[in-house]
């Protein structure tokens, strides 16, 4: 049986009228007084649609529901849909795996790198004299300790293992290193940023760095309470989360640094340090400090933007760390200490007389386009048409790594700490003295009259009340 539907004729009221899209110009003003009038002209007034008319169109259905080849067909659909719901389950757990394991893919090296482990890093300058002193050089802890200016003892329960004061001229130390460096690096041409602590686990990803590893290096917050956010362990990660998804504006800049943009960013970095086996005490590997880190976007028009930038960053590197005083040597870094971003990276060791051996105190990296690829970062060239830049970062001050080569190359016979030139305006003094006596006495908790149970430490009113 054939399937009718008449449409029924136009409202009475409305004469026959043509639809606005043959009126180019005049459009609805040319078909009806108003939009009303015009709609009433297509819409078949509900007078018309009689109940035969419905009955008429779906009496075949009902016979036509019982035909075997619909009803298998039926089935056949229902099953069709049951398996594309677990292939759509299978789908987005291949997915996950997929982007895991495309996660962990490394940036190619430059040809020059040494291949191999940390072994395999070859020195490629050594500059300065270590320091020679005529007694037995104390480590920066009992240097800090016997100075008041660290404090790291009796912290477990105030804020836990591989934490730290800073007092008096200590934290002098640390504000005079920051200025010292910002003042060096803006006048070059970085532009000063601050960026946030807490950053989305896509952007450490974008960077390069691995946030399912276990134990994991990065502090996460509760995802009960926060979805998706952790604390950056550097201020590249939050820089290059401010480019994330931008087009970057290069042609202003000086001509030194042409076709680039640089940021410097003072920032509170946090890292989990998961192998808490090594320099357990210290300020060498801690879970919060304070550094300043150099970023550079760059084009990528032949791959030698990026490259020089990296020269440029070791240079600036080189030149505060001599203005410093400090005695300290530059090491081309073999591929496995590369990290997954890294193209190339040079690392400079100060040389440290309390531990007897250089110790880490900056890096500085190449990372080509590995990160702006996957955070999208791109920059226009003459004819507008977009590219990925490069990007390249290096740490300009560490301020703990920086303070332990401080205190232990500068100090004196008495146990007083010589201040570097360069920080003695931001310092205030030129010598680090031994006070006259501690501004802390330790009691013990859970002393009479000092609180409730658990409380450890009480409001000191002045030095006076600690003798």
Avoid at 399 to 404: A, E, K, S, T
Wanted: one cysteine or more; aromatic letters at 8%.
């Amino acid at each position: 049986m054939a399937l009718h539907y008449s449409v029924p004729p136009p409202h009475p009221s409305i004469s026959p009228i043509l639809p606005p899209t043959d009126h180019p110009r005049q459009g609805h003003a040319a078909c009806g007084e108003t939009p009303g009038n015009v709609a009433l002209g297509w819409i078949p007034p509900a007078p018309y649609c009689w109940g035969g008319d419905v009955a008429t169109t779906w009496s075949p259905w009902p016979p036509f529901l019982q035909v075997p080849e619909y009803t298998a067909l039926r089935e056949r659909g229902r099953a069709v849909r049951l398996q594309l719901r677990e292939l759509l389950v299978e789908e987005a757990a291949l997915d996950e795996r997929f982007y895991l394991h495309a996660l962990q893919l490394p940036n190619s090296t430059h040809p020059a790198a040494p291949v191999g482990d940390e072994s395999q890093a070859r020195v490629l300058e050594v500059v300065g004299e270590k320091p020679a002193f005529d007694f037995q050089p104390k480590g920066h802890l009992e240097l800090g300790e016997e100075l008041d200016i660290i404090r790291q003892r009796r912290l477990s329960h105030i804020s836990g293992h591989r934490s730290y004061y800073l007092c008096g001229a200590g934290a002098l130390l640390q504000h005079a290193l920051v200025h010292f460096v910002l003042a060096k690096l803006v006048p070059k041409g970085f532009l000063p940023l601050t960026v946030p602590d807490l950053l989305r686990g896509a952007v450490f990803e974008g960077c390069g760095m691995q946030l399912n590893t276990t134990p994991s290096p990065v502090y996460c917050i509760d995802p009960a309470r926060f979805e998706d956010l952790c604390l950056a362990g550097t201020s590249e990660v939050g820089i290059a989360g401010y480019f994330m998804d931008h087009a970057v504006r290069l042609q202003d800049m000086p001509i030194r640094y042409s076709n680039s943009r640089l940021i410097v960013c003072s920032s509170t970095c946090y890292r989990a340090e998961t192998d808490t086996g090594r320099e357990p005490w210290g300020l060498y590997r801690v879970h919060q400090f304070t550094k300043v880190e150099m970023f550079g976007v760059t084009a990528a028009e032949s791959g030698a933007e990026s490259e020089m930038m990296l020269d440029e960053f070791l240079m600036l590197q080189k030149e505060i760390f001599s203005e410093l005083g400090l005695h300290y040597r530059v090491l081309d870094m073999p591929t496995q200490e590369l990290g997954l971003p890294a193209y190339r990276k040079f690392d400079i060791e100060a040389w440290m007389p309390g531990r007897g051996k250089y110790g880490e105190i900056s890096s500085t990296s190449n990372c080509t386009d590995y990160q702006s690829r996957r955070l999208n970062i791109m920059y226009s060239d003459g004819a507008g048409k977009l590219h990925h830049t490069h990007t390249v970062n290096g740490t300009a001050c560490a301020v703990p790594r920086l303070l332990i080569a401080l205190l232990e190359c500068n100090q004196q016979a008495d146990g007083s700490v010589r201040v570097p030139p360069a920080l003695q305006p931001f310092v205030g003094q030129d010598v680090i003295k031994r006070p006259p006596a501690p501004l802390l006495r330790y009691i013990g908790p859970n002393q009479p009259g000092g609180g409730p149970k658990g409380v450890t430490c009480s409001l000191l009113n002045s030095r006076e009340t600690l003798k």
